[in-house]
Every structure is written in structure tokens, then in C-alpha cells.
């Protein structure tokens, strides 16, 4: 929970790293890009790439798989983290750019095969925004039309040697970049920090199990566009049909199995409201 002080913080940093062009809260979505449109079928597919199921037209892929080409591809990044198969290259090529403990590079105790991008100095943030800028780019190059950045959250699992302003700052940065490459950007979770981030240029909001945690109305409140991710070992089938019959769930919400496996995979799911 923030004090008064920190809420002021917070709101400074907003004003002071706003990226030019920055869109008010009222506003639907930066000049430069467009948004998913939230009558079409949505799929996550982060733990590999398939065609996807009828009616499926929004696709979210890894920055290194190629885009699906159904009309609306996003693109993830994971800009706060490591990805776990580079976790051990990356720590060893910039250790400066990881937090280090007296054991090694800090892991996240969620997924303890990432490590924490070093977000505390101003010189490292900018280290930072051009090597994943360039993952951005490198989207926009695909021909993907929107980034989403995972983990801003990275500073609450940091034992304090991150703070929330830190990543903020670094935020604005990827929402610029973003932008000057005709990419919309996305919120990925983090439902305290949604006004800052609107106020920062995001375009809409990517969440993982918002009805599980009571949290969508937090990023409708800010967002045109919420694209909704809810689980099989947290919501259920059945808490998800119950979901699904809430007028004011997100429009766009399905359910998948939590290590997002291709539909050759006996514990695949997939399943829409639709």
C-alpha cells in the first residue's frame, strides 16, 4: 500500500517521464497505432506458436516466434526479466544489467529460472531500454502490431533493491520506443500501477486472471481494450462458464492451461466465452 508520499512520487514521475504524445486517460489510443478490435477471438500462445482455433483473429506470440498473420498479432517481451532459456547467458555477457545478491544474479521465486533486470540507476535503465528497444523493433519488423511488457511488477519480488519508480521510469521509456515503431503497447498485469501507465502511453491491457483476483475493473476503468487470461488451475471450467455470464467481465476472456502447451498436449486448453 502506498502512503501519501509515494502516491506523490509516483504521480511527479508520471508527469516528468511522460513520453511525448502521451495519451490522458479519456483518450482510446495513441495517433500512431491501433487497437485489437474486442468483437474478435483472442488467443495467448506464449508456450508456442499453432494455427489458431476458428474465430480467432487477436494472437499473442513470443518476440521470437513469427506472427500468426490472423489480423492482430501481439508481440511479447519480457522487459523487466530474463527470458529462462537465456537467463545464464544473458547474467553472464551483463551481470551490471541483473540485480546480484552474494550468491549470484537474483532469481524470481515464481519462475526461478529468471533472473531481475537491475532497474536502479539511471545508466542502467538506459542500458536496458536499448537492448530491449531493439527486441521492439524487432517486433515491429515482423509485422507484429502491438508489444506487450511483462513484469513491471519485478520490483515487489526484489527484496527493495527495485523500486516501483524505477520501473516506471524504465516503462516510459519502452512506451516511446514502441510508439516511434507504429506499435501499440500493453499493460501486462500490476493492476495498482494502471493510471500511472496510462498516463505513461499505454494503449490497452493484457491480464492473467483478473476475475480470480478481482482486478478487472481496475484496468477497465483505464482501458478501451482488456484482453483477459484466466487459468484452469486457479478460475476452473466451471468458475470460468459462471465468469463468462458476468456482464461485466472484459469482452474478450478465455481460458487456458498454465503452461500454455499446443494443442498436440494432452493438458491443452482452450476455451472462449463466445
Known amino acids: 500500500m502506498f502512503g501519501a508520499a509515494a502516491v506523490l512520487g509516483v504521480a511527479l514521475l508520471v508527469a516528468a517521464c511522460a513520453p511525448?504524445?502521451?495519451?490522458?486517460?479519456?483518450?482510446?489510443?495513441?495517433?500512431?497505432?491501433?487497437?485489437?478490435?474486442?468483437?474478435?477471438g483472442f488467443d495467448y500462445q506464449l508456450g508456442g506458436p499453432y494455427p489458431p482455433p476458428p474465430g480467432?483473429?487477436?494472437v499473442e506470440r513470443?518476440?521470437?516466434?513469427?506472427?500468426?498473420?490472423a489480423g492482430y498479432d501481439i508481440c511479447y517481451v519480457n522487459g523487466f526479466q530474463t527470458q529462462p532459456h537465456e537467463s545464464e547467458a544473458f547474467a553472464a555477457a551483463r551481470p551490471e544489467?541483473?540485480?546480484?545478491?552474494?550468491?549470484?544474479?537474483?532469481?524470481?521465486?515464481?519462475?526461478?529460472?529468471e533472473f531481475l533486470f537491475d532497474t536502479s540507476?539511471?545508466?542502467?535503465?538506459?542500458?536496458?531500454a536499448e537492448l530491449?528497444?531493439?527486441?521492439?523493433?524487432?517486433?515491429?519488423?515482423?509485422?507484429?502490431?502491438?508489444?506487450?511488457?511483462?513484469?513491471?511488477?519485478?520490483y515487489t519480488r526484489s527484496g527493495r533493491a527495485l523500486t516501483a519508480d524505477d520501473n516506471l521510469a524504465l516503462a516510459a521509456t519502452y512506451a516511446q520506443r514502441a510508439h516511434a515503431a507504429g506499435l501499440a503497447i500493453?499493460?501486462?498485469?500490476?493492476?495498482?500501477?494502471?493510471?500511472?501507465?496510462?498516463?505513461?502511453?499505454?494503449?490497452f491491457a493484457v491480464t492473467e486472471s483478473c476475475v480470480e483476483f478481482e482486478e478487472c475493473g481496475a484496468y477497465a476503468a483505464e482501458y478501451p481494450v482488456v484482453l483477459d487470461i484466466e487459468y484452469t488451475d486457479e478460475l476452473g471450467q466451471e468458475g470460468f462458464a459462471e465468469a463468462c455470464g458476468d456482464p461485466d467481465r472484459p469482452a474478450v476472456m478465455i481460458l487456458r492451461?498454465?503452461?500454455?502447451v499446443t494443442p498436440g498436449d494432452g493438458e491443452y486448453v482452450y476455451r472462449s466465452c463466445d
Open 20 to 40: 511525448t504524445g502521451a495519451i490522458s486517460p479519456a483518450d482510446d489510443v495513441h495517433p500512431s497505432v491501433r487497437l485489437p478490435n474486442t468483437t474478435s
Open 56 to 58: 480467432v483473429t487477436i
Open 62 to 69: 513470443d518476440r521470437t516466434a513469427e506472427p500468426s498473420g
Open 97 to 113: 544489467l541483473v540485480v546480484q545478491t552474494g550468491s549470484g544474479p537474483l532469481v524470481d521465486e515464481g519462475w526461478p529460472d
Open 121 to 128: 540507476t539511471a545508466d542502467k535503465r538506459a542500458a536496458l
Open 132 to 154: 530491449v528497444g531493439e527486441w521492439i523493433d524487432g517486433c515491429a519488423a515482423d509485422g507484429f502490431a502491438a508489444v506487450e511488457i511483462d513484469n513491471l511488477d519485478s
Open 186 to 203: 500493453a499493460q501486462k498485469n500490476t493492476a495498482d500501477q494502471v493510471s500511472a501507465l496510462r498516463a505513461l502511453g499505454y494503449d
Open 257 to 260: 492451461d498454465h503452461s500454455l
